[in-house]
C-alpha cells in the first residue's frame, strides 16, 4: 500500500471568483490536482462525472449550497471528504454540517499555510477511507469463501454418509460367508472393514466440524461410562493398530462414569487415540489412563511417537493446521480433529492439556468434570 499513488484530486465550489484564485495559486505549489467551480449545481455536475479525493466548498451560494453539496457527495462517493468554507454569520450551518457528516470546516478569513495542512489532511483522511473500504471488502469476500466451504464440506459429508452406511451394512452382511474359513479372503475383509471405519471417521470429524462452525453442535447430556467408551475405541481401531505395527498398553479402569454426550466422547477419544497412532513409527506404544479425581476424571491418552514442537503445539488445535513433516503428510488427515476435541472438551467444561517433546513422544491430557455446569443447564446446547 506505501508504493500507491495517493488520489490528489481536489474540487473548489466557491461563488467568489478572488477566492477561487487564492486556492488555485495554493494548489499550484503544492501539486495538488484542483479543479474549480464557481457554484453548486456546477459541483453537482462534476462530481457526477469525476471522483474527487477532497472537496472544498463555501457554505453560502445562491442555489445549492455547501449542505447540498455535502449531501450530494456522501450519497455519490462516501469516500470523498468534504470540508465546508464558511464566514462567521453562517458558522452554525457549517458545523451542523460537520455533524452530518463533513470532515471538517475553514472558518475565513484564513491563512494559506492553514488552508494548505487542511488539504493534506483532508487527502490522506480521504487515503485512509478507501483502504478501509477495500479492506472491508477482502473481509467480505473472505467471509464469502469461507461460507461456501462450510457448506460445501457440510454437503459432500452428508451425501458420502448415506452411501456409507449402506456400503458397511451390505459388508457386514457378506463378509462372513465371503471368508468361508480362507484365511486370506479373512484378511482381505479385515482391511475392507478397517477401511470402511476409516472413512466413517473421517466423514464423521467433517460432520461435527460443519456442525461446530453453524454453532449447531448438539449434545444430549447422559450417564457415560467413559471407560467402557474407551474400550469400545480401542476396539474399533484395533485393525489400525495392527496395520502401523504398534502396541497398545493394555487399558485397566473400572467403570467410571460422568455426565456427557456418548457420541461426542466417542468422538473425543477416537480422534486422539486415532492421532496417536498415526503419529507414532511402527514398533512405538500408545496407550490410555483414566483416573477418578473425585469432581473430575482425568483421560490421558500418550504416545511414543513424533512428538511436536513448542511452536505448534497451540497451533494443531487450529482448524485446518497440520505440522509439516514426512510422517503428518504420509499419515494424511483433514486436520480437523484437534479442532474437533477441543470443542467437545470445551462444551464439557473440560480442559486439554499438551505434554510433548518433539521425537519422544506426546501427551494428551484432558480434564472433564463429572457433572458439567452445561448439562444441569438443560442438556442439549451448541
Ligand atoms: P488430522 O485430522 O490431520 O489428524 P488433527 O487436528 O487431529 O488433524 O491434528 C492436527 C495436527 O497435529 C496433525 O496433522 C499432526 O501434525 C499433529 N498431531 C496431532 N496429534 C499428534 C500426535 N499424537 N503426535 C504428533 N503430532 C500430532
Redesign the pocket.
Known sequence: MADRQINKKVLIVDDDQDMLHVWDRMLRREDIDGTFCAGGQGALDLLTRQDFAAVFTDFQMPGINGAGVLEFVKKKSPATCVSIVTGLATLEGAVSCVKNGACDYIAKPCEAAELIVKVKRCLLHHQERVEMGELRQSVRRYEELDELKSQFVSNVSYELRTPLFSIRAAFDLLSTELANGDPVKARLSKVISGNIDRLARLIG?LLDYSRIEKGVLSFVFEDVDLAAVVRQVAQALEFLIQARGISLLAFESSPLSITGDLSQLTQLVT??L???I???HPGGKVGIELKDLGEDVEMV?W?T????AGE?REK??ERF???D?SL?RE???????????RAIVENHGGTIELH?ELGK??R?QVRLPKKPKAAAQGGSHA
Do not use: C, E
Open positions: 470429524n480422534n486422539l486415532a492421532n496417536a498415526k503419529f507414532t491418552i504416545d511417537g513424533i512428538g511436536i505448534n494443531i488445535f493446521y497440520q505440522v513433516g503428518t499419515a494424511g488427515g483433514t486436520d480437523i480433529g484437534l479442532t474437533i476435541v510433548s513422544g506426546s494428551f
